[in-house]
């Protein structure tokens, strides 16, 4: 367990992550075993971005220094502090848990509104928090580590040193006495304010979290939360009925994949008999298979709602088995090697996002890389991979935050965090220390 100093967490930074239903990331034929249509819904480039059309990377929100100045403005032109997990939506607008200034920043795709917000398409503009310390009751948020989207467009947020969620309803903000729109305030969904573990099987918002790190939305509403000082995931139902063979409590907390106890045993079992060990991200397919960074063991972990073979390694409905990693510590930069071989590394896992063809992004903070998993053959930016490999999609390259309108593969970054994964294909990552959030085109 980390100590807390100030409200944030001391000897270690927070994570998030959250997933969008996309397009699919590679063209080929399909190994995966389960898969889904992409939606129709695509998203217009942002103009914004400061490096030219036809370069690899580009930066779409914040500046490179720490700070909360450019409120409405471009979006490339507006400071962040630390953020970490980011989601976009079905319409294409990018939202970024802006984690040191206590707020949720959105770059719209579009102009309109936005739960009664003004917004500018591209223009960045802050729909949930304050300053931090402003109480839950005035609009205030702690300090953000994951947000994630439903289909209604309804945010949620998770606060990892407040151990809750709230949620933002995408419509029904109110009027400040001077005629200006503000979002509506914040409500609890799940957490009491209070770290711990009690209250599961009960409503969510008595039911225990601790520092909640990774969030994801399923089609029917389902929250998915990792719990991560808990070393478990948890789930908010939406509807009551079963889930990875678990029954659940329309609003009730309940336990999907882990035991409660931290650590590596019982993998090839059910997702609630087998361990986890500091998960930090959660991210579901267009199945609703429920894929988990398991940043303690080193390695992201799968429970597939049907039977079937996930990145190469067979997987029993509701059963929880590793998909990438092997729970080795070490620099990986070679691609095209076995997802589950022996030199299938990944350090530090605090994103990942699944495109609904299967191919799964994950950010490997400390190895300052993006990873990637292809779930066909064929190719993605010109670079020919084989389905059920690890490669090294972005980064790897020596620390730094420069790399802006280079070459994706050797671009550099200093902490990657978020990612998400846009209709058109397009890959989104948050650099934490370099306080910005990037953008590599699948269509350069």
């Given amino acids: 367990m980390t100590s807390r100093v100030g409200g944030r967490r001391a000897g270690a930074v927070v994570a998030a992550v959250t997933v969008a239903v996309v397009a699919a990331a590679c063209t080929g034929a399909g190994h995966r075993g389960t898969t889904s249509a992409s939606p129709t819904l ?24 720490p700070g909360a100045a450019g409120d409405g403005g471009p979006a490339a032109r507006a400071q962040l502090d630390g953020p970490e997990g980011i989601a976009v939506d079905r319409t294409g607008d990018l939202f970024i848990a802006d984690t040191g200034n ?4 959105m770059v719209p795709a579009h102009t309109g509104t936005w739960s009664g917000l003004r917004v500018v398409a591209h223009h960045v503009v802050t729909v949930a928090g304050t300053r931090c310390g402003t109480p839950m009751s005035k609009g205030g948020i702690g300090y953000p580590t994951a947000v994630a989207v439903d289909r209604a467009g309804d945010l949620f947020i ?16 109110t009027s400040r006495s001077g005629g200006r729109s503000r979002p509506p305030l914040p409500r609890l969904v799940a957490g009491t304010g209070v770290p711990g573990s009690a209250g599961d099987g009960g409503p969510a918002t008595r039911a ?47 336990t999907v994949a882990g035991t409660g ?31 988990v960074a398991d940043r303690g063991a080193g390695y992201v972990v799968e429970c597939p709602v049907a039977t079937g073979t996930y990145y190469g390694v067979p997987i029993a409905s ?59 053959d064929g190719s993605w930016l010109g670079r020919q991979v084989a389905a059920d490999d690890l490669y090294t999609a972005a980064g790897a390259a020596p620390a730094g935050f420069g790399g802006n309108g280079t070459r994706w593969v050797a671009t550099t970054m200093l902490s990657p965090w978020g990612l998400a994964v846009d209709a058109s294909g397009d890959v989104f990552y948050s650099d934490r220390s370099a306080d910005d959030v990037r953008e590599i085109p699948a269509r350069p």
């Fill in 261 to 291: 106890t931290c650590g590596t045993a019982g993998l090839g079992r059910p997702a609630t008999q087998a361990e986890l060990w500091n998960p930090t991200a959660v991210a579901l397919d267009g199945a609703g298979d429920l894929l």
């Fill in 102 to 105: 206590c707020r949720v920043q």
């Fill in 158 to 173: 998770s606060e990892g040193t407040a151990d809750r969620v709230v949620e933002l309803r995408a419509t029904g903000g």
């Fill in 318 to 376: 509701g059963d929880l088995a590793v998909v990438a990693g092997m729970g080795l510590y070490g620099a990986y930069v070679t691609g095209g090697l076995s997802a589950t071989g022996t030199l299938a590394e990944l350090n530090d896992v605090r994103g990942l996002a699944v495109a609904p063809s299967g191919s799964m992004f994950a950010a490997d903070t400390s190895e300052r890389a993006v990873r990637m998993v292809p779930a066909v």
């Fill in 42 to 65: 695509t998203r217009t480039r942002q103009s914004n971005a400061s490096a030219s059309a036809n370069a690899d990377v580009v930066t779409v929100a914040g500046t490179g220094v």
């Fill in 208 to 254: 225990q979290l601790d520092d909640p790190q990774g969030l994801a939305v399923d089609p029917a509403g389902d929250l998915f939360i990792a719990d991560t000082e808990n070393c478990r995931v948890q789930v908010v139902p939406a509807h009551t009925g079963t889930l990875f063979g678990v029954a659940v409590t329309a609003g009730n907390m309940a």
